[in-house]
């Protein structure tokens, strides 16, 4: 049995089949779905948990080489919450791209995880290095 880390079963097979270049989103409670991609719903209520939550739960196991987002985040969040993302990306590229754009990747990545964020475009797309 697992005590530490991840211990969500569905979390973990699905990070462990993310390859180099696969892409992995993190997605808000509104976020639409894709038939046929493999979605993982962890929303429980209203920002329980957050993008920011479960990309810091999964951060120290998944080797990021760049991070897509759309430019509306930065247009409709204050400057703090942008920042407080860019520094938790560290060296990782930060890719903003209209939310359209960032939509049409999502098809082809591994799977979606649907949190309970209600942050506007608060939705990343993690690409492994």
């Not at 880390?5 to 462990?16: E, F, K």
């Not at 493999?38 to 329980?48: G, Q």
């Not at 479960?54 to 998944?62: R, Y």
């Amino acid at each position: 049995m697992l005590r530490t880390g991840i211990l969500n079963p569905a979390v973990l097979s699905l990070l462990a089949r993310v390859r180099h270049t696969n892409t992995l989103v993190i997605a808000d409670r509104g976020f639409p779905s894709w038939p046929g991609l493999e979605t993982i719903d962890l929303a429980l209520v209203d920002d329980l948990p957050t993008v920011r939550q479960v990309l810091d739960a999964i951060w120290p196991n998944f080797v990021v080489g760049r991070v897509f987002a759309a430019e509306e985040f930065v247009r409709r969040n204050p400057p703090e919450r942008v920042a407080t993302l860019r520094v938790r990306l560290g060296d990782v590229p930060l890719v903003l791209e209209p939310h359209v754009e960032f939509k049409r990747r999502v098809p082809h990545a591994v799977g979606l995880i649907r949190t309970g964020d209600t942050i506007p475009y608060a939705n990343l797309i993690l690409e492994s290095a």
